[in-house]
């Protein structure tokens, strides 16, 4: 059967029908889809195929997800079933901030802002993100004015203060990242992307661009274009290069977090090798910050390559080495809620991986505990949920519909 004699809105076709029809259309092999869903291209032709009927739900949402539909119906053929039922609703300020990105408001005539006062006002709203459980909340309170200033600023001053302006813009955007990752806004995501991008290159700060390609190579990977996310990774690396000699802190942070990221993307690629290599040269550079350095907007430190080395382990679907490092990272000191809420998510998918679904479903809890804003948005603790309340052991299954349903997972 080829896509072109398909019409997906037949209700007899399988789901296998389906699943091959969207991913036909995406230009994905049967191996490249069953790896970025942990399983593999003979799982994918038994799925099409009709050999394996029974594709449970959590495995249908990650399948909807690499294939970047918006209805898990799409592949199920049954009722509606948003795909922002289990990415996390949009959070109450989504509109606030969207409208003060989208605005244009070109004939302000008032003064522009003074470029230390936005600084300082950047910075405390990353401090108070990461002091905060509720940091989507904290950021959505802070962002509008900070966008409209920002680019205020960019337009009233000339020359190196411009340049200083537009770097500051960046990392609004970058801020602004955080926010609206993992919401129902995709078309917001890459627009946000893009004008860092642009403003981070204008401003020729080496900084200002290695913060705008951290962000647009996770926006990439989490799009499951992983060549791309690695494309940019690299040209990065290429930019910030001449800096590197006698940089500050600041900018050396950027540097390791950007070696993280290419070691990230190769462990979701199934690499092995040059994931834990990067993870070693990034590793390297952590060492050479001061033993207290945290940067704000990556969290790249010393405290945070343990963290780090477990994600790597579970990318690369190494449940023993995925649980290994979970246990190694056990007392990472990550001073910010939102971060450490995250790295406990990927310690639960650490001991998922691993087949102890008591330790996965208890740091899931801690998880919850620590930042909820950051579970209740994030695809794997909602997809864990999803599954542990319908496929976990009997005697599990209560407490973690308890949890699911704090989280905001509705499952049948």
Known sequence: ???????????????????RYHRERRGMSRQALGELIGRNGRWVKAVERGEIQDVKLPRLLDLAEVLRLQDVADLAGTRPVPMSMFRGPGHPALVRVRDAINSV??????????????????RAAWQARHAAPDHRTVLGRRLPDLIQDAKAAVRGHQGADRRRALALLA???????????????????????????????????????GGAVWLAAQAHRDAGDLDAAE????????????????????????????????????????????????????????????????DLMTSFSRAIMPAHAVTVAVELRHGGEARRQARRAAKSPIPSQPRR?????????????????????????????????????????????????????????????DLADRVGVLVR
């Open 105 to 122: 408001a070109i004939g302000r005539t008032d003064s522009p802002p003074s470029l230390d006062y936005l600084e300082l006002r950047l």
């Open 1 to 19: 059967m080829n896509d072109r004699s398909i019409d997906p809105t037949d209700p007899d076709l399988t789901i296998g029908d389906r699943i």
């Open 171 to 209: 990392g609004t955007y970058n801020l602004t990242q955080f926010y609206v990752a993992y919401q129902p806004s995709a078309d917001l995501l890459w627009r946000v992307v893009e004008r860092s991008l642009m403003a981070a290159e204008e401003s020729e700060d080496p900084r200002a661009i």
């Open 231 to 294: 494309a940019v990774n690299r040209e990065g690396l290429e930019l910030i290069a001449p800096h590197v000699e006698g940089a500050d802190d600041d900018l050396l942070a950027m540097w390791g977090a950007l070696h993280h990221e290419v070691a990230y993307t190769a462990a979701r690629a199934k690499q092995p090798g040059v994931a834990w290599g990067w993870w070693d040269r990034a590793d390297e550079i952590a060492q050479r910050l001061p033993a207290d350095h945290y």
């Open 341 to 401: 809420g995250r790295h406990e998510i990927e310690v639960a998918r650490a001991y998922r991986l691993a087949g102890d679904q008591e330790q996965a479903l208890a740091m899931l809890k801690r998880a919850q505990g620590t930042a909820p804003e950051t579970i209740r948005y994030n695809g794997h603790a909602r997809r864990m949920l999803a599954e542990l309340v319908t496929e976990g052991p009997a005697g599990m299954r209560p407490a973690a519909r």
